[in-house]
């Protein structure tokens, strides 16, 4: 099957009879004949439903598509993307390990991670996103059990180098995690350049729409967790499940059977069945979705760079972004639909454009089907002084722009007329 065919068949197969569409099992619980079965599926003997904090069958068709999609054996949907990120990392680090990771990430990751993942006892190396192949190595330790990244990065929009990233990771025998948000499986997937686990916010382009909240995590299937000797958590018994040892009894499939059966039973960020209906919905129309936001990125980022009254525009996409051959390689079919630019006439200036905006709405979200945009100096990052800004790369000019599929000329049009009052 093609990408675009896996959008629409993968996950959900109705049987004769049964519902064409995806059900939305709004169930807690699952009824059995015999308790003897139901313990067999305590026991991790049977496959089957008994408690939806740990899997429903709605998020599971939807996980089988999602894994589909992605190229990976496996995968679990979680409550939320912050969600997601902490389970990637948590299903194998724990108190005294470490994880490097590129400091051109999410803000959200940058605070689990420097903030509450060092309160775990895990701590944390940022690294350039640049960084050689001897940089990322240097920066792993002894005790260093991942090294994790995103495709594109929200919002600095750094592409990452996966291949050269993938192989830092292995030479030290652990695993690449990457944050696939923004680009999805439609623009990139990871696993073919070497990614290990691939995480989501599925509240971004996945959804699509802005209805549902969510997060995934897809597990490759390719890392050798016994070969590697750093992960003794799945070669080694687990007395929570009579004895289990993870990559004896799941193979290739481990780490996400592990991430299901010991942290969702133990944490519970469970998706409700509705919001994995809402994301197969969104899914479903993926493959159509992901090239109209690029073709309209790159229109809108083409405008803006030939524009008097812009400062700097920064967009993968176009040919004179320092990202541009990088994004060639990983991103042929486009490269996703958020922008960053500045504007002549600094903080007032871009204030101003972003008041002006008529069709683009002023919103905190990014990566929906509507354009939305964001002053980050005056709204997001308005604690911070300008050093600051200046720090984490935000500069008091920088608008984020996130182009959606209405018609580019309309959204071109729009921000000519915002400037037009704003930058004088
Ligand atoms: C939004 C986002 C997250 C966090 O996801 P939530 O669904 O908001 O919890 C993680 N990574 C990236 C790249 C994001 O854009």
């Avoid at 549902?212 to 007395?239: C, H, I, M, R, Y």
């Avoid at 354009?371 to 984490?392: D, G, I």
Wanted: glycine fraction near 8%; hydrophobic fraction near 40%; charged fraction near 20%.
């Amino acid at each position: 099957m093609h990408i675009e065919t896996k959008c629409i068949q993968e996950g959900y197969k109705p049987k004769n009879g049964e519902a064409r569409v995806l059900p939305v099992y709004q169930s807690t619980t699952f009824k059995y004949d015999s308790s003897e079965y139901m313990g067999k599926l305590f026991d991790l003997e049977e496959d089957g439903f008994f408690y939806t904090r740990l899997a429903n069958p709605t998020a599971s068709c939807v996980e089988d598509k999602i894994a589909s999609l992605e190229g990976g054996v496996g995968a679990m949907m979680t409550s939320s993307g912050q969600a997601a990120s902490l389970m990637s990392v948590t299903n194998i680090a724990g108190s005294g390990d470490h994880i490097v990771c590129s400091s051109a990430v999410y803000g959200g990751t940058f605070n689990l991670f420097a903030v509450t993942l060092k309160k775990l006892g895990i701590e944390v190396t940022f690294i350039n996103p640049d960084s050689t192949a001897e940089e990322i190595t240097a920066a792993i330790k002894e005790n260093t059990k991942a090294v994790f990244g995103e495709t594109i990065a929200n919002p600095a929009l750094n592409v990452l180098d996966i291949e050269k990233f993938a192989a830092a990771a292995h030479s030290k025998n652990i695993p690449l995690i990457v944050d696939n948000t923004f680009a999805t499986p439609i623009l990139c997937r990871p696993i073919e350049f070497g990614a290990d686990i691939v995480v989501h916010s599925t509240s971004k382009y996945m959804d699509g729409h802005a209805v549902a909240l969510g997060g995934v995590v897809v597990d490759s299937g390719n890392f050798d967790w016994a070969a590697s000797g750093k992960f003794p958590e799945f070669t080694q018994p687990d007395d929570s499940y009579h004895g289990v040892v993870y990559t004896e009894k799941f193979k290739n499939a481990a780490y996400i059977v592990k991430a299901r059966v010991q942290l969702m039973r133990d944490l519970g960020s469970t998706p409700a069945p509705q919001n994995a209906f809402l994301l197969n919905l969104g899914l479903e129309t993926l493959h159509l979705r992901m090239p109209k936001h690029s073709e309209n990125a790159l229109a809108v980022a083409r405008f803006l760079e030939n524009d008097d009254r812009v400062a700097w525009v920064n967009y993968p996409g176009l040919e004179s972004n320092k990202y541009y051959s990088i994004a060639k390689k990983y991103l042929p079919d486009g490269a996703s639909g958020v922008i960053s630019f500045g504007v002549k006439g600094g903080y007032k200036a871009a204030n101003a454009t972003l008041n002006g905006l008529k069709t683009a709405a002023i919103v905190t979200h990014v990566a929906d089907c509507r354009t939305c945009a964001l002053h980050p100096a005056s709204s997001t990052h308005r604690q911070l002084t300008e050093k600051q800004l200046e720090e984490c790369g935000i500069s008091a000019d920088l608008i984020r722009f996130s182009v959606g599929i209405e018609n580019a000329g309309d959204l071109i049009a729009d921000l000519d007329q915002a400037l037009a009052n704003a930058v004088k």
